[in-house]
């Protein structure tokens, strides 16, 4: 497994889901929810044990990575994530089994893969889309302030050079319009949304946008996380935060959570900010992603054993 513990290109990790639904036929299938600006797909892998007992679909988990280029912890997670879940299948673990029949997994690694390339060929730090804004602006805009909530109110720039730059308008990019669509296309079914960044080690809740109020559901939403949470540390030792995204780190409107939690409807809508706490900062070396992936799986068969119970 030692291929699961390395960092890969954009074309190693799409052939990597083509090869594990060609091996897992019954429980895995790719699809493309979309294309990138530079026409690349968005590949998300699908992970279920079919239809619920009374033949009805069942709820869902949504998983997604790489929104932000360099953050290289957030795919490999992810994809160590599908790894987890197969092999726990495969060797008949009884708590991921449960956690295959109690849900649907949508997981996508890669949700900016013109960045993820851009940060293999030319530049690692690289954050945004590679969308262009014009010829004489800099190109790309941040996924994450370009969401249709609140959009460019706070924590977000107007200038096309900055990192956190929103985009001309809100789903200006076919990346987070391909998010939103698929997202909206399953609010009914997903329970669950999380979208795996970098560094910080916070487990973060909405709002992102504002500091000032907290949604209707804040309660409930420290409650799961911080059942996650305390998991990964008695496990592992390593602290992750809980808190609203604007409290915990600073207000920043057009984030994928708060379009999620109140445009989508889905209560859960989490963050979170992977390894480290600012040793390795982006350049985190490939041996913490193992250590990464397994703590935060942990955490996720913490969060959807309690999320069964409340369904
Ligand atoms: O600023 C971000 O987009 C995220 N932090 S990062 O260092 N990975 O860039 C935090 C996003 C939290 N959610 C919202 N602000 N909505
Ligand atoms: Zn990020």
Redesign the pocket.
Known sequence: DIYMYEYHTYSEIQQLLNSIETTYPLLCKTMVIGKSFEKRDLRLMKISTGKGLNGTAKPSVWIDGGI?AR?WIAPATAINIIHLLIRGYVTNDTVVLKMLNDFDWYILPISNPDGYVYTWTTDRMWRKTRSINGIYSCRGV?G??NFDFHWRET?TSYNTCAG?YGGPEAFSEPETRAIADFVLKNNKSIKLFLQL??Y?QYW?T?W??TAWTVPRDHADLLYLARLGRNTIRSKYTSHYLVGT??RM?YP??G????WVYSVAGIKYAY?I?LRDIGRYKFALPADYIQPTSEEIFEGIKTVTKHLKIEL
């Open positions: 932000h953050e941040d994450n302030r924590g956190t960044h970098s910080g973060l909405p992102g946008y995204a604007a780190l920043a409107s984030g994928t959570d708060d963050t900010e």
